[in-house]
């Protein structure tokens, strides 16, 4: 699997805002600040990848995988921070920081399937 720039630029937005959110949970009793700017911060992530992606394939570029799934991974990936975002500020526990570093985990790995689906193929779940 390639890592391009936006695989390198996941692995961090989402790493950060993971590492941010497990902090939150063991040190404040509701929903952080911080853990929210993080989970704002991958859905902005988010948007440029996805833009990214749409210009590129209007540039001509090609994915090796199918289309319908990448866009679906993407359309699911993009509901997903603002669902657990509405989850934490009406939550009002610790556990809502949890939430969101999961979110971000989550959010990560679907963007390395993107990426599979990208440069590798559908067929080809775990190739590195």
């Known amino acids: 699997m390639t890592f391009d720039g936006y695989m390198i630029a996941a692995s961090l937005v989402c790493a950060a805002a993971a590492i941010a959110g497990i902090i939150a949970t063991i040190r404040v009793r509701h929903a952080a600040d911080s853990s ?16 990214g992606h749409g210009l590129m394939l209007a540039q001509g570029h090609t994915m090796a995988g199918p289309g319908l799934e990448f866009w679906g991974y993407f359309l699911t990936a993009i ?5 657990a975002f509405f989850w934490a500020v009406t939550d009002k526990t610790r556990w809502s920081n949890l939430i969101m570093a999961a979110v971000a985990i989550t959010i990560w790995i679907m963007i390395w399937r993107m990426n599979v689906l990208w440069y590798v193929g559908a067929n080809t779940m775990f190739n590195l």
């Open 36 to 51: 929210i700017i993080g989970l704002a911060l991958v859905e902005l992530f988010l948007i440029v990848f996805g833009i």
């Open 79 to 83: 509901i997903i921070p603002p669902i």
